[in-house]
């Protein structure tokens, strides 16, 4: 893929390209956990066992009309939402995709009246830890029991009141 023009729309989570999408950063996502490529059957049921129910909303980004990537909001409370399944495909890569889906997320909760967005990620998953902080988005305490997660993150969106007293420096 070129660095041709990126776009990024909702589609319901059921549709053929958001589940295809979802199974391919799925097989990555394991394949790193375990070292290893992963089996059919393996990721049969890693999808099962991540279910998409209880998004706001499911982004697709496209490159070149292909699909590159995905992004996930699920609200948590009445103004914190929670940016899940963040992947862009390996070949568009380091091409903006990534802050691009993020935007998106961002705008779609600003849209739904959140103030606050929230997510996790794995020690491994460096490139992601990367975005996020370029992003705005700065470490926190554990907010959710992910078996998976070792870093949390959270970003108050521009434009909404602080949620909490600023922390002592």
Known sequence: ?????????PVPVEHPEAVAVVREYLAEIVARYYGRPVSAAELDQVVL??????????LIARQEDRVAGCAGLRRLDAVTGEVTKV????????????ARLLAAVEAAAGERGMAVLR???RGDLVEARALYARAGYREIPRYN?????????EKELP?????????AS
């Open 87 to 98: 992947y862009v495909h390996p070949a568009a890569r380091g091409q903006g995709g990534g």
């Open 119 to 121: 997510l996790d990620t």
């Open 145 to 153: 029991d992910s078996p998976y997660a070792a870093h949390w993150f």
């Open 1 to 9: 893929m070129g660095t041709h023009e990126w776009t990024v729309t």
């Open 49 to 58: 066992d991540e279910p998409l129910t209880g998004l706001e909303t499911f």
């Open 159 to 167: 434009g909404t009141a602080p949620v909490r007293p600023p922390t």
